[in-house]
Structure formats: structure tokens, C-alpha cells
């Protein structure tokens, strides 16, 4: 014999079909138009790119507009020049740096109005369900 609700599809507590985030009376009908759904993949990159401590210190030596090479970041933060330059390219594809060519050196900036799009997005999303 099985227990009662085991096979009924009934579940229980906070890990609903939305899983724990949500409480089930914030549960929107069945056929209601969500005004969240995903996050678009520039949110995805983004939350990527500030998942590492290196990649947050070496976010933090662009404040106030700052304007670096890959080797000056190097040095600032003793990271070797490779490991420098990939740390910047996933910034940059996290939208968080933008770059630009000035003769055969590259410099890297914060780029703010990505930034400040994928955290409006992100704050959109958690809003919407928690």
C-alpha cells in the first residue's frame, strides 16, 4: 500500500513545482501571464563573472573610471599576465568591462550601463519570486 497523497501528486511544503524560493500561495494561476520568467543569458554571464574573488578585486581598480591594460592589472593585483587577461575576458563578457584598442595595447573600463541593466533585470527577477 502506498500513503495517502504518494501518488495523488500532491506536494508538500517549499519545494513545490517552483521550488524553495517561492511560498505555494505566491504561485500565480494556471494560464497567468508572468511578468519574469528566466534570466536573459547577459544576466547569466554576468553573475558568472562576479562569481570569483579575483575577478571582484580586480573590479574594484576600475572605480572612478579608471582606464587599465592587462599588465597594469597584473601588477596591481600579482596575478600572472595570462591569468590576468582571462579574469578581463569574462569580465567583458559579463558586460561588466568594456575595451577598446589604443595602438597594439588594449584597455579595459567598467562598462556601467550593462552593468546597471543586468542588475536591474536581477533585481526584477528576485523581486518577482521571492
Known amino acids: 500500500m ?3 497523497g504518494a501518488d495523488s501528486g500532491i506536494t508538500r511544503g517549499p519545494q513545490a513545482a517552483d521550488g524553495p524560493c517561492c511560498p505555494p500561495s505566491s504561485v500565480p494561476p494556471a494560464g497567468a501571464q508572468q511578468a519574469v520568467t ?3 543569458p547577459a544576466v547569466h554571464a554576468f553573475l558568472k563573472a562576479l562569481a570569483s574573488p579575483a575577478r571582484q578585486r580586480v573590479m574594484l581598480l576600475f572605480a572612478q573610471g579608471a582606464e587599465l591594460s592587462v599588465g597594469q592589472v597584473a601588477e596591481a593585483t600579482g ?3 595570462p ?3 582571462e579574469h578581463l575576458a569574462e569580465l567583458r563578457r559579463g558586460g561588466i568591462l568594456t575595451s577598446r584598442k589604443d595602438g597594439k595595447t588594449v584597455l579595459y573600463r567598467a562598462d556601467k ?3 546597471a541593466a543586468a542588475l536591474a533585470e536581477l533585481q526584477a527577477f528576485l523581486q518577482h519570486c521571492c
Open 83 to 85: 591569468r590576468t587577461s
Open 38 to 40: 528566466d534570466l536573459s
Open 2 to 4: 502506498t500513503s495517502k
Open 79 to 81: 596575478l600572472a599576465q
Open 113 to 115: 550601463h550593462a552593468s
